[in-house]
């Protein structure tokens, strides 16, 4: 595939990517996504020729962005405390779409865990990545002890809020708990260092 081909394929996705979250994987249809991007379904069949075919390069794409956005945070926050705090505020950072759409991968692995999709293990790659991460975070802050345990409360404490903010169309519980969740791991790096 050229590179124009290519650059197309990546339109695709992105499209797919964006409908998924905004309306869901269940509720989006092929004619959706080419419609999105402008193309004849024939073009669309071409670059996927099935709807896991594109929820499975959604995902890879997503994966592959979270990975590169913590390489970002690693290279622009030299401590780990600000790293994780930076973690942390990303529902602020986000916080009109998360109160209309909730947590974009948080509501996929949802939606897909209610069919037990067989693409769901997959999906799940999406919060790995994000925990894999916050481990390393707090281990570099001297938190070894539960150290997965704190990692999954951190990744569990953040879907909630998304959860709740966005059943609620509520900014100021969002802001509310993401500064309780700050002070909670402020609180644990005390622990840590006793």
């Known amino acids: ?64 962005g979270i990975d590169k956005m913590l390489n970002e945070w690693n290279k622009e926050f030299t401590d780990p405390k600000q790293r994780l ?49 916050l481990v390393t975070q707090l281990e570099l802050l001297g938190i070894n002890d539960n150290v997965e345990q704190v990692a999954m409360h951190l990744l569990a404490r953040g879907q909630g809020i998304a959860t709740v903010t966005n059943a609620f169309e509520d900014k100021e519980f969002l802001q509310q708990e993401v500064k309780q969740l700050k002070q909670w791991l402020d609180n644990e790096v005390l622990k840590s260092s006793h």
């Open 85 to 133: 705090h930076h973690y942390i505020d990303m529902p602020l950072r986000n916080q009109e779409s998360i109160s209309s759409h909730g947590c974009p991968v948080g509501s996929l692995c949802t939606e897909l865990a209610k069919t037990s999709h067989s693409m769901l293990d997959d999906a799940n790659k999406m919060f790995t990545v994000f925990r894999k991460w």
């Open 1 to 64: 595939m050229g590179s124009k081909g290519e650059a197309l394929r990546q339109r695709i996705i992105a499209a797919a990517d964006e409908l998924f979250y905004r309306q869901g994987y269940e509720n989006t249809s092929f004619s959706d996504i080419a419609d999105a991007v402008g193309i004849s379904r024939g073009n669309f069949y071409y670059h996927f020729k099935s709807k896991d075919e594109i929820l499975n390069a959604v995902i890879n794409s997503r994966v592959s």
